[in-house]
């Protein structure tokens, strides 16, 4: 089990900070070696970005790329 945190300025809105949280938590987990990562999230948007097929066109786009 591990543990970090990040601060980030200038965050737009709720949106961007759990996608900020989400891309974080996964670079972390690469960065500690693991394979397979569950994340858990309640922002339904962003989660539904996430796992969409479809490009995003969001402001949200360069981190939801970055996370897939």
Same mark, same amino acid.
């Given at each position: 089990?591990?543990? $970090? *945190?990040?601060?980030?300025? #200038?965050?737009?809105?709720? !949106?961007?900070?759990?996608?900020?949280? $989400?891309? %974080?938590?996964? *670079? !972390?987990? @690469?960065?500690?070696? !693991? #394979?397979?990562? %569950?994340?858990?999230?309640?922002?339904?948007?962003? +989660? =539904? =970005?996430?796992?969409?097929?479809?490009?995003?066109?969001? @402001?949200?786009?360069? +981190? +939801? #790329?970055? @996370?897939?």
């Amino acid at each position: 089990m591990a543990a $970090c *945190t990040y601060p980030h300025m #200038r965050v737009a809105d709720a !949106f961007m900070a759990e996608a900020m949280a $989400c891309e %974080q938590a996964v *670079t !972390f987990a @690469i960065e500690l070696g !693991f #394979r397979s990562v %569950q994340v858990e999230g309640d922002s339904l948007s962003v +989660i =539904k =970005k996430l796992v969409s097929a479809a490009p995003d066109k969001s @402001i949200l786009s360069p +981190i +939801i #790329r970055d @996370i897939s």
